[in-house]
């Protein structure tokens, strides 16, 4: 068995053995769009999963910078709306985890497959961290909840592109290497991930 078919293997174990938590803003008190906003900032999993999308984004360059964040928020509005209408989704919470995981792994191999596998990859993802955003909907109206949280997945992206992109040019500047330095970030994302599976 490989390292990396290994690596794999913890990961599906370790996810499965995770638990949910949630603690966002109630939207009787703030509104609905900020319930919304505030629900993807209060799950360090879905953050850590929002910025390795940005990072991979920046990684793969051209088109991908734009298509890969852009299938993760449509896929997620759709997993929503499953949601909404009661379709059941398994494992959602275990593979919110399972993307934090892969998705640092991809960032620190620095994976550059074709952008449409891409967008399928992060949108396969994307349905898990939408259907759970509807799940815990609650009193919050859905359209401006949707908003909401659809503009913070897209500034987690931008937060992630701009990281990679900041490290980038940092590096060039000190005659370092970069790349080195944004693996090193998302292979801090999965390790961060596995710990909140293991959790």
Partial sequence: M?????????TVVSVFAASSASAHV?????????????????????VLAMIAVGLWAGVLGGRA???????FVLVM????????????????????????????????VAVKIDVRLCAALVGFFA??????HGAELGTAGALEFGIGFALATAALHSV???IGMLVE?????FGAQGGFVT??????????????ALT
């Fill in 2 to 10: 490989t390292r990396l078919s290994s690596l794999l293997l913890l």
């Fill in 26 to 46: 109630p939207p009787g008190e703030y509104g609905s769009l900020a319930a919304g906003f505030s629900h993807p900032l209060f799950g360090i999993d879905h």
């Fill in 65 to 71: 910078r734009w298509i890969v964040p852009a299938a």
């Fill in 77 to 108: 509005v759709a997993g929503f709306g499953l949601a909404l209408f009661q379709v059941p989704l398994p494992a959602v919470e275990p593979m919110i985890l399972a993307s934090t995981i892969l998705l640092g792994l991809v960032v620190a």
């Fill in 127 to 132: 349905v898990f961290h939408g259907h759970a």
């Fill in 160 to 162: 992630g592109f701009g």
């Fill in 169 to 173: 040019r940092l590096s060039t500047r």
């Fill in 183 to 196: 693996r090193g970030l998302g292979l801090a994302t999965a390790i961060a991930g596995a710990g909140l």
